[in-house]
Each structure stands twice: as structure tokens, then as C-alpha cells.
């Protein structure tokens, strides 16, 4: 059974993936923009590496969305409440 941590991340990263499909952006359009490498948004975007504070204030900048929404939205498929 994995953590609520674990299912949290999960779910910010699922929730950052629908922000981009919502954008219409790629992985290589968010690391242009945030100067991060595209392996390493591909990485936080698949839930393979933790997202650093500093890169997920930048995303949900460039994505322009609030950085409480997508907390939001992960806390509640994160606690099973979506």
C-alpha cells in the first residue's frame, strides 16, 4: 500500500499532465520556458522524480494556473475525494 505521500506526488503529477494537455504544450515547450532539461520535466511529469518547489511554481506559471489549484485538485485524488 503505497503512502499518502507517494499517492499526493502522484497525483500532482497527473494533475500537471492535465494542465499541459489542457495547454496544448509539450514537455520540450515547458523546459524552453522554464529552463529545465525535457528529460527532467518528463521525469516529474511521469511521477518518476519528486517535483522541486521552485519547478513546480515555474510550471503553473507557464501552464497559468494557480499553484493552490493543482495542489487542490491533488489532494483530493490523493485522499480518494475525486
Known amino acids: ?3 499518502y505521500g507517494e499517492r499526493f506526488a502522484a497525483a500532482l503529477a497527473a494533475e500537471l499532465r492535465a494542465q499541459k ?3 496544448k504544450t509539450s514537455d ?3 523546459a ?3 529552463g ?3 528529460v527532467s520535466v518528463s521525469r516529474y511529469l511521469s511521477g518518476a522524480r519528486p517535483i522541486p518547489l521552485t519547478v513546480f ?3 503553473c506559471d507557464y501552464l497559468g494556473v494557480a499553484p493552490a489549484k493543482v495542489i ?3 489532494e483530493k485524488h490523493a485522499r480518494g475525494n475525486a
Request: proline share 0%.
Open 21 to 23: 494537455g489542457r495547454r
Open 28 to 30: 520540450d515547450d515547458i
Open 1 to 3: 500500500m503505497s503512502t
Open 32 to 34: 524552453d520556458a522554464i
Open 72 to 74: 487542490d485538485e491533488a
Open 57 to 59: 511554481a515555474d510550471m
Open 36 to 38: 529545465v532539461h525535457r
